[in-house]
């Protein structure tokens, strides 16, 4: 029960995300039967504005949602590799809720309240939509309600596109002497008089490994590695996912 | 190289894409051949908003695996590091 609670906890972004999403779709299915059980252009209309975009409003925040959990992981996983690379105590690996060093403490609650913000220019355009008989003004309100829906639409992209950027800053800060591309390698006797191999023909393999990696990767600093041709890799090797080698 | 997990999701992902567009030509089709406009709306909602939802959905299932890769390789460097320590100060 406590290990229910402790990963509801921790993933309450993805879980919150998962139920919105289920709902737009529920609420979608209940706009379908009103609207085709219904006569009226105006009432339809209305429906439309308030279950359809409401629906969509749903189902855009719940993705929002379960993509800032997934870069939330990263940002913990990048303080794990941050504290090894300083000597630091190593956060507890099978602590899901362990916090991160982002800004999400302060992009979230700013995110929601523009989206309450675009939510109620959806229910003014439901508003403006609701009983009455004119068409015209129904289509107003609808588009209404179409704005607030392009403006969450817009708050959702440019907080996970600024997540991503800091995301990716960071990694850069911290991996970035390891992610540089690979220098390529000279095999052999002959290798002057051959096209030198680059990182995609060559893999560095030890002896007693299981895997193998490519030019450049942090494993070939701790033991006794030489380099292959690719098509003379031993069968059963993996690759390495920490050079990515392929 | 792709686990069975991710193949799943990429699969599901492609379904719900492709399932989209089907209900968004198939809205169309009912909007065309409807001839009232209250007859018409009901279209608008299963194949437009539907097809729109699923079509998110889809996307979102495909977007996430590529950021579920990246982070099954940070969770491997983050090892590879934890064990070097372990290596370098076993007591640590």
Redesign the interface.
Known sequence: MRDALSWLRAQWDRVTGTAL?AV??VV?VV??QS??N????AD??AT?TS??LG??FL??VG?ML??EG??H??WR??D??EA??R?EA?LD?ETLDAPAHDDRGRALPAATVHLMASLAIIAAGYQKAANSADVDRAVTGLAVGVAGLGLAALVGAATLLVGRGRLAGRKQCL?GGWLRPAEPVAVGVGAAAAPLPTAATVAWVGAEMTRFHRGGC??LA?GSFRSIPRAELPVGLR?C??C?A? | ?TNPGDRRTITAGLLLVSAGVLALLLGGLGIARAAL??AQ??Y???GG??G??LI??GL?LL??TA??R?????????????L??L?RSPRA
């Open positions: 999403i737009g779709a979608l706009t379908f609207v085709a219904s006569r009226f252009v339809q209309i439309i279950g359809g629906a969509l189902v855009a993705m379960r993509l997934d870069l992981d990263e996983k990048l794990r590799i090894a690379l000597d190593l690996i991996l942090p494993t701790h690759p996912q920490i990515g392929r | 190289m406009l209250s709306i009901p608008v909602v299963s908003i539907g729109l939802v998110g959905v979102h977007s996430g950021l579920g990246e982070r099954d390789r940070l969770a491997a460097v983050a090892a590879a590091i934890a070097q320590r290596r």
